[in-house]
């Protein structure tokens, strides 16, 4: 069976991914604009595909120096999960910060 951490660790790495190698190329290409709504709807959707699941329960989540509850380790692991694929985007696609 999987572990609720793997669950959330896959979700989310499924829509890091979707978003980095196929909507955001399509629809906000260098654009830092679009690249940053199009990343807020994303991270929202993750929370909530998260917390349909995992509201109110009382599963801890274990991150490795602490535990945490659903959305903060969605939150967290979203956040470590994102950041490599969004520096490998932005060289590859020349995103300049304004």
């Known amino acids: 069976m ?3 951490e793997f669950i959330i660790l896959l979700i989310n790495a499924i829509i890091v ?3 980095y190698l196929l909507i ?3 629809v906000a290409g260098s654009d830092i604009n679009k690249i ?4 807020v709807i994303a991270t929202c959707c993750a929370l909530i595909i998260a917390g349909s699941v995992y509201w ?3 599963i801890t989540f274990n991150a490795i120096i602490t535990t945490l509850d659903w959305f903060w380790f969605s939150l967290i692991s979203y ?3 994102e950041i490599p ?14």
Request: glycine content about 10%.
């Open 24 to 26: 955001y190329p399509k």
């Open 2 to 4: 999987l572990t609720p």
């Open 17 to 19: 991914g979707l978003g």
């Open 56 to 58: 109110g329960s009382d």
């Open 36 to 39: 940053l709504v199009n990343d």
């Open 79 to 81: 956040a470590a999960i």
């Open 85 to 98: 694929m969004m520096l490998w985007y932005f060289n590859k696609h020349n995103v300049q910060w304004r």
